[in-house]
């Protein structure tokens, strides 16, 4: 992406169904451009419903609405998805991990800029290993340097860390909101803590629909013992409390 | 450890077997002992070796263009669910009908030679091979499918690039499962119509009651099943693991 590309925002509205039942109703989601967004919420509320709509792989779901980019034109193509589970092929290193985009679409691969990303994500020793060797943060890792090869103004993120433990999820949460600067970040998240360090925006998905909460004051990513990431845990959690089913 | 087990059973078996043939006196043209059988092993090593050569040559054909056969025919399955929704009725149908019974029809059509065998061998192979592979091409985990259209790739990529490779495994146990059947295919061929072959000298020692000569192409036989089928097994896996590692 280069620099002087301003990138869509994201845009939902109407009402989900899936199959016959609906899911979310009154729908009116936007994720600013350039933004980092939150979407918290408790689990099968539907925020990765949500997700796959913006990513065009919402199988079996219907909506009764819009889901657009705000400059109009289509999403296709300008999406990168990062998932809780790694989807990293076992049988590849991690360079052609991160290199998979290219190969699934018949482009010429670019092992320089792979060998440039890893250096940035902190694993070029592993370059040539294969996934099975690797923790699962590291494993994250690596999912997000082939999100950064990618390249797309739009990074949809499906709870990328929520399987990692404490301190390793901080540190994942701070290395992407340093990489992905400057894209539309729409990040679904069950976690209070992780919305409130992460989001420039908040947005609560519940049964009764989606409720805008307020970010801290100060800049994303926010250090997580700060008084406003806190204070705004504390309001999210009981936010959420008020609206479990 | 499994396999000094293996043996020690195998031994219990064999001095059983001598003992009963000792304590009850049985003629040797009914029941030969495991010596009088060893005996008969070696004294027409030359032969049998020659014969089981013959039918070494016809299982392993059969293994090879069996599985061949039922790759391509797995992978052309789960390329069209036309295709599929038309023939996978008919493989299950033709699971009934007894391949012994098309055995007279093969010989009658190929000849006493080799080739007869080694479409019988195909024939037994070809169901376990193809079922297995294909169910495994269909289970490829939807979240790799999912990353892989949000990268734009076109059907054809993704079953080269992701649904063949994270199908192997499945490919490779209906391959361990043929090795196992392959003998038997072999052996039905030989005992239909041939003049080479372990199958055709147990029938003809059967014939002149040289019963420990039968029992001495059965013993080879089985040694020949069971060093294929862990040969392929160990293969399989020590291939797995080289290729995930």
Redesign the interface.
């Known amino acids: 992406m280069a620099p002087s590309d301003t990138p869509p925002g994201l845009v939902l509205s109407g009402e989900v169904r899936i199959g016959d039942a609906p899911l979310l109703r009154g729908l009116d989601l936007v994720a600013p451009s350039g933004m980092w967004t939150c979407l918290l919420g408790a689990s099968g509320v539907g925020k990765s419903t949500v997700l796959r709509l913006f990513a065009g792989i919402a199988d079996g779901v219907t909506l009764r609405g819009a889901v657009r980019a705000s400059d109009g034109l289509p999403l296709k193509g300008r999406v990168a998805m990062m998932a809780q589970a790694d989807m990293l092929l076992p049988w590849l290193t991690l360079r052609d991990n991160v290199l998979l985009g290219a190969r699934l679409r018949g482009e010429p691969p670019d092992p320089a800029r792979a060998t440039a990303i890893l250096e940035e994500v902190g694993l070029i020793a592993f370059a040539t290993r294969k996934p099975g060797a690797l923790s699962g943060g590291e494993r994250q890792r690596v999912s997000l340097a082939r999100v950064l090869m990618e390249d797309r103004p739009v990074v949809l993120l499906d709870e990328p860390f929520s399987a990692l433990d404490v301190a390793t999820r901080a540190r994942m949460q701070d290395l992407a909101a340093t990489l992905l600067r400057g894209r539309t970040v729409l990040q679904v998240t069950h976690d209070p803590a992780e919305a409130a360090r992460m989001g420039d925006k908040i947005h609560v998905l519940t049964t009764d629909g989606l409720l805008a909460a307020d970010p801290p004051s100060e800049p994303a990513p926010r250090a997580p013992d700060a008084p406003g990431t806190l204070a705004a845990t504390g309001r999210l959690t009981r936010l959420l409390m008020e609206h479990a089913a | 450890m499994t396999a000094l087990r293996a043996l020690l059973g195998a031994g219990v078996l064999l001095c059983l077997w001598q003992g009963i043939v000792w304590f009850w006196q049985i003629p040797p043209f009914i029941l030969p002992g495991p010596l009088r059988v060893a005996e008969a092993l070696w004294a027409n090593r030359a032969l049998i070796a020659d014969h089981a050569g013959v039918t070494a040559t016809e299982v392993l054909a059969g293994l090879v263009l069996g599985g061949a056969l039922g790759w391509i025919s797995a992978v052309g399955l789960a390329r069209s669910p036309l295709a599929r929704s038309i023939v996978q009725p008919v493989m299950v149908l033709s699971q009934a009908v007894p391949v012994f019974a098309l055995a007279p029809i093969l010989t009658l059509w190929l000849g006493y030679g080799i080739g007869s065998k080694i479409v019988m061998t195909i024939l037994i192979i070809y169901f376990p091979v193809t079922s297995s592979f294909l169910d495994a091409l269909l289970r490829t985990?939807p979240?790799?499918l999912?990353?892989?259209?949000?990268?734009?790739?076109?059907e054809g990529?993704?079953l080269w690039?992701?649904r063949i490779?994270?199908a192997l495994p499945g490919f490779l146990s209906g391959l361990k499962l043929a090795a196992v059947y392959a003998p038997i295919g072999a052996i039905i061929g030989e005992w239909v119509g041939a003049s080479r072959g372990l199958g055709y000298l147990m029938l003809l020692a059967n014939g002149r009651t040289k019963t420990d000569l039968m029992f001495a192409a059965l013993a080879v036989l089985a040694v020949l099943a069971v060093a294929l089928h862990v040969a392929v097994g160990r293969a399989a896996d020590a291939w797995l693991r080289r290729?995930?590692?």
């Open positions: 985990p979240g790799l999912a990353q892989a259209r949000v990268m734009g790739a076109s990529r993704i690039h992701l490779p994270a290729r995930d590692a």
